[in-house]
């Protein structure tokens, strides 16, 4: 049904889109840009003082058992 539906939207845009011939007719031209002068802005900024380092630590991790069930079937290899 949402094959359907998708179908009849998608054909009336490709025909609306194939009615359609655009031609140029006139080249394009970038303007012409002078630019003289100016004065870019000061700033006076003090930063945060950041200490940055390693250390060592020992961090305790879970023991996790996973029990799969046996599978039955033959093995999935991707050639099918």
Same mark, same amino acid.
């Given at each position: 049904?949402?094959? !359907?539906?998708?179908?009849? !939207?998608?054909?009336?845009?490709? !025909?609306? !889109?194939?009615?359609?011939?655009?031609?140029?007719?006139?080249?394009?031209?970038?303007?012409?840009?002078?630019?003289?002068?100016?004065?870019?802005?000061?700033?006076?900024?003090?930063?945060?003082?950041?200490?940055?380092?390693?250390?060592?630590?020992? +961090?305790? +991790?879970?023991?996790?058992? +996973?029990?799969?069930?046996?599978?039955?079937?033959?093995?999935?290899?991707?050639?099918?």
């Amino acid at each position: 049904m949402k094959r !359907l539906i998708a179908t009849s !939207l998608i054909v009336p845009f490709a !025909l609306g !889109l194939a009615a359609c011939d655009v031609d140029q007719t006139e080249e394009g031209e970038m303007p012409e840009v002078n630019v003289e002068g100016g004065n870019m802005p000061e700033y006076d900024v003090e930063t945060a003082d950041v200490d940055v380092g390693t250390e060592e630590r020992t +961090v305790e +991790v879970p023991d996790v058992d +996973v029990t799969m069930p046996d599978a039955e079937g033959e093995p999935v290899t991707g050639d099918e």
